[in-house]
């Protein structure tokens, strides 16, 4: 729990200025965001926080500076993804983050965050799977489901949809995959 040579403790932590750009303390709105600056989830931690106090926005993201952060619970990798997902449910007219994929994600660095009607995905042991299914016709969300690849239920380098159901790719789909 340090970052910029703060050591950050469970609960309150005060700064005295907040400046999106330059200092203060960091958060985002976006699970997904995070990501954007910190994304080696095996090198990094992530966290349920308020933010209080006095706080700057740079209108890039939904990152925010503040003067006081509470730190209320550490994630868990499925966690994270589960609050991302409700995010993007709870949200879903909002700018999805570039990590979100449309339709079909091959995972990398240790994920992979796919929406669409019917969308698929696919990663190497170890990684995590994130589905958000759409309505028809709709930008609404209307299910999610993460999954970790253990290599027994869910096999690694295998499409999945989102009932975790082994589905064919087409060319279509892998032309896609970023």
């Known amino acids: 729990m340090i970052c910029r040579d703060h050591q950050f403790v469970m609960g309150k932590n005060i700064t005295a200025q907040a400046n999106c750009k330059a200092n203060g303390f960091h958060c985002a709105e976006d699970p997904l965001d995070c990501l954007t600056y910190y994304p080696a989830m095996?090198?990094?931690?992530?966290?349920?926080?308020?933010?209080?106090?006095?706080?700057?926005?740079?209108?890039?993201?939904?990152?925010?500076?503040?003067?006081?952060?509470?730190?209320?619970?550490?994630?868990t990798r499925k966690e994270f993804f589960l609050h991302a997902l409700a995010y993007?449910?709870?949200?879903?007219?909002?700018?999805?983050?570039s990590i979100v994929k449309k339709d079909c994600a091959a995972a990398k660095v240790g994920y992979a965050v796919v929406f669409g009607i019917n969308p698929i995905a696919?990663?190497?042991?170890?990684?995590?799977?994130?589905?958000?299914?759409?309505?028809?016709?709709?930008?609404?969300?209307?299910r999610i489901t993460v999954v970790h690849v253990d290599g027994k239920k869910i096999k690694p380098n295998?499409?999945?949809?989102?009932n975790l159901k082994e589905r064919k790719s087409s060319e279509n789909d892998k032309s896609r995959v970023a």
């Not at 992530?46 to 003067?67: H, L, P, Q, R, W």
């Not at 993007?88 to 983050?97: C, I, L, S």
């Open 88 to 97: 993007m449910a709870d949200h879903p007219t909002r700018k999805r983050n």
């Open 42 to 75: 095996d090198r990094s931690e992530y966290f349920i926080v308020n933010a209080g106090g006095d706080m700057d926005e740079d209108g890039i993201d939904s990152k925010i500076s503040c003067t006081e952060l509470t730190i209320l619970k550490r994630l």
């Open 158 to 162: 295998v499409w999945y949809d989102i």
């Open 122 to 142: 696919r990663g190497k042991k170890g990684d995590i799977l994130a589905f958000a299914q759409q309505e028809k016709n709709s930008v609404k969300i209307k």
